[in-house]
């Protein structure tokens, strides 16, 4: 839902009803993602006439990470690493946690460093090739 937005970004407010015939995605699952991405703020909503949902910020702006986050709550690989600090009553005596960190870090980093403007890019760049 929201490549499609940022790939129509410049048409102002997008219809579910058109992202759903675009991207082939149920309008009925679209209404129940809408709520989760209004609520962390990567949605602009208006109702009426011409009405519709368009991303709040820019896609170069937008993350994966800020998507999944959004949408599936925390990215951590492990439940003690969901808060900071890590209240967890074994974190001083872990043997693995260090390994848990790590991939966290790995995770995030990677999620945190596509845009939504990288996936356009990457998703028009792939037609010519040169050798």
């Not at 820019?58 to 999944?68: F, M, P, S, Y």
Request: proline fraction near 3%; hydrophobic fraction near 35%; charged fraction near 25%.
């Amino acid at each position: 839902m929201l490549y499609d937005l940022a790939l129509h970004q410049e048409e102002g407010y997008v219809s579910l009803k058109d992202i759903a015939e675009r991207q082939n995605i149920s309008k009925k699952y679209l209404e129940q993602i809408v709520p989760l991405l209004n609520k962390t703020g990567l949605l602009r909503t208006n109702r009426g006439n011409k009405g519709g949902y368009m991303l709040a910020g820019k896609a170069e702006e937008v993350t994966v990470g800020d998507v999944l986050r959004a949408t599936e709550g925390s990215i951590a690989p492990v439940a003690c690493l969901e808060f900071e600090p890590n209240e967890c009553p074994r974190v001083g005596e872990c043997s693995t946690l260090f390994v848990w960190e790590g991939l966290y870090k790995v995770i995030a980093e990677y999620l945190d460093g596509i845009t939504l403007e990288d996936i356009i890019e990457h998703g028009t760049s792939g037609g010519d090739y040169c050798i």
